[in-house]
């Protein structure tokens, strides 16, 4: 059968050529985008924390020790939910972006956002003359912290449309991300009580909290699984802590609730049946 398809001009050309090498609209990704990523904007920095599964569409098995949340560099951190190809490619663009720290907040967003823009143009509004007028194969949604040259830290949620969006406390995205905010909600409603709230904890706190925010919902969502992950950007830039170092953080958290409880008569066996063992 013949199709008379329209001419290709060179900038579209281009496109054919080298965007289907990224992004292949008819690829089926061996792996369903379920997740649920938690970051919590501190004084002194952000910490990203994660479940670990994913879902095989063929088999419908669950893969454990799936990494969630990237680093592009020493001073930037990604966590994405989506097609992992896409969340791949845009790592790679941003390490070639960013080189060398941003001098400051505003910089660093007018930069990121430059980098998301291009991509939504290329594979989202230039090709839809050849993949059809809804394709979208570019469509993550992504957090996105960053330390900058200034010592200020930025977190900035990245939607599918090809917003960016600053964000100066707390974020959540994924499958899970419905029980997190409740969770996160429960926390910040006990801590105004004291006058405090989620965003103002020193990082050292915010890790213990984003731990029990993802056990929480590993508890409750099937979706979601696997161990928790975690990765602190600080003064010292972006790491991601070991395995020993996110339980003995959870575990901070569950010596502090056993003593609180124990005051009130709960014997260690009816308190360790109120938490998720992590």
């Avoid at 893969?63 to 990604?78: D, E, Q």
Wanted: hydrophobic share 35%.
């Amino acid at each position: 059968m013949d199709h008379n398809y329209p001419k290709c001009n060179q900038g579209a050309e281009q496109l054919i050529t080298e965007g289907i090498e990224d992004i292949d609209p008819n690829r089926t990704d061996e792996t369903d985008p379920l997740t649920t990523i938690v970051a919590i904007k501190c004084p002194d920095g952000i910490v990203m924390a994660s479940d670990s599964q994913a879902t095989v569409r063929a088999e419908r098995a669950k893969m454990l020790g799936v990494t969630k949340i990237s680093n592009v560099n020493n001073f930037i951190a990604i966590g994405g939910s989506g097609d992992a190809d896409n969340i791949t490619l845009f790592v790679e663009h941003l390490r070639e972006e960013f080189p060398q720290m941003s001098s400051t907040k505003s910089e660093f967003r007018d930069k990121i956002q430059n980098v998301f823009w291009c991509l939504h143009k290329k594979y989202n509004l230039d090709s839809r003359e050849f993949l059809g007028i809804n394709a979208h194969p570019f469509n993550p949604t992504l957090l996105v912290g960053a330390k900058n040259e200034d010592n200020s830290f930025g977190l900035y949620l990245l939607k599918e449309n090809g917003m960016v969006y600053p964000k100066d406390e707390h974020m959540v995205i994924g499958s899970g991300g419905d029980l997190a905010r409740l969770v996160i909600k429960q926390l910040n409603r006990s801590m105004a009580v004291a006058g405090g709230s989620l965003h103002n904890l020193p990082v050292e706190d915010a890790i213990i909290v984003a731990c029990y925010i993802i056990n929480e919902v590993k508890e409750s969502d099937s979706q979601s699984g696997g161990e928790t992950k975690v990765v602190l950007i600080d003064s010292k830039g972006v790491r991601a802590l070991s395995r020993d170092d996110v339980q003995k953080n959870y575990d901070k958290f569950l010596g502090i609730m056993t003593v609180g409880l124990a005051q009130i008569g709960l014997s260690a066996e009816e308190i360790k049946k109120l938490w998720p063992t992590g």
